[in-house]
């Protein structure tokens, strides 16, 4: 069989622990056999990040700049303990921290469906993708106590100065909190999700609390509207795809009520409690996939759950494991198809959605992994718990 071309390379960034493991094996068994794999290969694993002093994050961020599609492993980000289990001369930051500090992205989070494993709300019959503003707000406040008698104010100093009475705590102490957002980190935020919905074909929801928040959470809806309005109106409508703006609690309703399919844009508080709901809601977090999308249309893909410790430890136990590489699988195959779609290489698309069905067939008729086996309901359908080697052969079964 003759193997499918790539033009450009992707930015192939390899990790830690059990994921690392998975990641030769969809390398091996489901790439490889298939593709004329075109990448250019940072190793992210800890040691490799230990003996580079980290540059080689700093590395793979600014080669995603140049070829514009990624795929990460997961990795991990040191702590006290990990700092003594390596040896390392430092606790180096979280990679996925630096990565998005240098491609100055938004992450997208979006399950992968199955028959078999019925949402808790049983409507959401398509995936919802929630996008998160990573900066500012509540992440990055100032807090304090303030004793009864006393009074707060805002004030701001500078060109246009200004002080207003926030509180007089006459009656009782109490407490008191500043927050801050840039104009240029909404403006950012805002054209990820016009460009991630572009390149999904799918609606795009935003959401805030602007009837309350008259300045603050109102400059989110109108920056939003005005780079809607001028960058992607036209855009959208070619795509026949909407940009729709709600108050959050609408939305919350809304989103329940619907049968998914959008992406839901939302501010960093809301899409940190709402991306935990989603994510439950669907199941398991070995089925969720994400992407960080740049302003400037930069994309890297990976799984959202971590390196799988646990698993790993068995597995150099010489224990067998039973983890689920579905996410790793979607990363790779969200990378291929992205490549395929820049470069215009139709089969790499076509062997992205190829190897994506192979991999829900799979699990639909019955074989899957200890995680999903848990979750899996069917009157027909047989369940085969596999390990990890085992679910993989399973998948190359269908793509031949
Ligand atoms: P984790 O690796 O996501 O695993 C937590 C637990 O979730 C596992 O022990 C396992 O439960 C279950 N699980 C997660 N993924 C699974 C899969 N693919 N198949 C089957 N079960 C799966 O989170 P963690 O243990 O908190 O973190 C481990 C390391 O990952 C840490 O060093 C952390 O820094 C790193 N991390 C990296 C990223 C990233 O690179 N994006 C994200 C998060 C965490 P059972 O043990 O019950 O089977
Ligand atoms: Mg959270």
């Known amino acids: 069989m003759k193997k499918i071309e790539m033009k450009n390379p992707i930015v192939e960034m390899d990790g830690d622990e059990m994921t690392r493991i998975i990641w030769t094996l969809v390398k091996d068994k489901l790439i490889l056999p298939f593709v004329d794999l075109k990448s250019e290969y940072y190793d992210l694993s800890l040691v490799n990040r230990e003996a580079t002093k980290d540059s080689v994050t700093i590395d793979a961020a600014n080669a995603t700049k140049k070829y514009h599609v990624a795929v990460k492993c997961a990795t991990i980000t040191p702590n006290a303990q990990r700092v003594e289990e390596y040896n390392l001369s430092q606790m180096w930051k979280s990679p996925n921290g630096t990565i998005r500090a ?49 009074k707060a104010y805002l004030v701001v100093e500078g060109k246009k100065p200004s002080k207003q009475l926030i509180f007089d705590y006459e009656k009782s102490g109490g407490v008191c909190q500043g927050v801050h957002n840039l104009d240029s980190s909404i403006s950012s935020f805002a054209r990820s999700c016009f460009e991630y919905a572009l390149s999904e074909k799918k609606d795009l929801w935003f959401s805030t609390k602007d009837t309350i928040s008259k300045t603050y959470d109102h400059t989110f809806k109108d920056i939003f509207s005005e780079i809607f309005e001028k960058e992607y109106k036209k855009k959208f409508e070619e795509k026949g795809i909407e940009y729709f703006y709600t108050l959050i609690d609408d939305a919350v309703a809304r989103i329940v009520r619907s049968s998914g399919g959008m992406i839901w844009a939302c501010k960093n508080y809301d899409g940190d409690v709402m991306s935990d709901m989603i994510a439950t809601a669907f199941g398991s977090l070995a ?12 994309f890297e893909y990976e799984a959202a759950h971590g390196t799988v410790t646990r698993h790993y430890y068995r597995h150099l136990k010489g224990e067998s494991t039973s983890t689920n590489p579905v996410a790793t699988i979607f990363a790779w195959t969200g990378a291929l198809r992205k490549r395929g779609e820049l470069d215009s290489t139709p089969e790499l698309c076509e062997f992205a959605s190829k190897l994506e ?16 086996a848990a979750l899996f309901k069917s009157d027909t359908v047989k369940v085969n718990t596999l390990n990890t080697e085992e679910f993989f052969d399973a998948v190359v079964k269908r793509m031949k």
């Open 102 to 150: 240098i491609l100055d992205g938004t992450v997208f989070r979006a399950p992968v469906l199955v028959k078999g494993i019925t949402p808790l709300i049983p409507t959401w019959t398509s995936p919802i993708v929630i996008a998160r503003h990573a900066y500012g707000d509540v992440y990055k406040n100032v807090e304090t106590k303030v004793e009864k008698g006393d």
């Open 287 to 298: 089925m969720m996939t994400s992407v960080l999308v740049s302003p400037d249309g930069n």
């Open 357 to 372: 069905n192979a991999v829900i067939r799979t699990i639909e008729e019955g074989d899957m992994t200890k995680d999903l």
